[in-house]
């Protein structure tokens, strides 16, 4: 099976911090685009950040763009997502997702995705007081 968790989320107060691992099992993601993804309740599902396979490139959200950063670590299988300065908004239910990059983008080096084929199952991050 193929799969991705994520933890690390719960309740922060504003201008905390939280750090989001995303594990897969089952299949290695060295060869993968990685993406986040939140969504809050009422509202559409929005990117927040994604990764190239190669981990040498990176993209963000607006919203999030200086506050969040993306990493990941092929010899643990995992991604991450350190949030700082979090928040009232930042609440959502956060998820990972992996894709098989295209030809183009493994050639770029881009983390640009229009069909991701894993999502973990989320992790709730609260940021209130």
């Known amino acids: 099976q193929l799969l991705l968790v994520e933890s690390g989320g719960g309740l922060v107060q504003p201008g905390g911090s939280l750090r989001l691992s995303c594990a897969a099992s089952?299949?290695?993601?060295?060869?993968?685009?990685i993406g986040w993804f939140r969504q809050a309740p009422g509202k559409e599902r929005e990117g927040v950040s994604c990764?190239?396979?190669?981990?040498?490139?990176?993209d963000y959200a607006d919203s999030v763009k200086g506050r969040f950063t993306i990493a990941r670590d092929n010899a643990k299988n995992s991604v991450y997502l350190q949030m700082n300065s979090l928040k009232a908004e930042d609440t959502a239910v956060y998820y990972c997702?992996?894709?098989?990059?295209?030809?183009?983008?493994?050639?770029?080096?881009?983390?640009?995705?229009?069909?991701?084929?894993?999502w973990g199952q989320g992790t709730q991050v609260t940021v209130s007081s």
């Open positions: 997702a992996a894709g098989v990059p295209s030809d183009i983008s493994i050639i770029q080096d881009t983390c640009v995705m229009n069909r991701y084929d894993y």
């Open positions: 089952g299949f290695t993601l060295d060869s993968y685009v």
């Open positions: 990764i190239s396979s190669s981990g040498g490139s990176t």
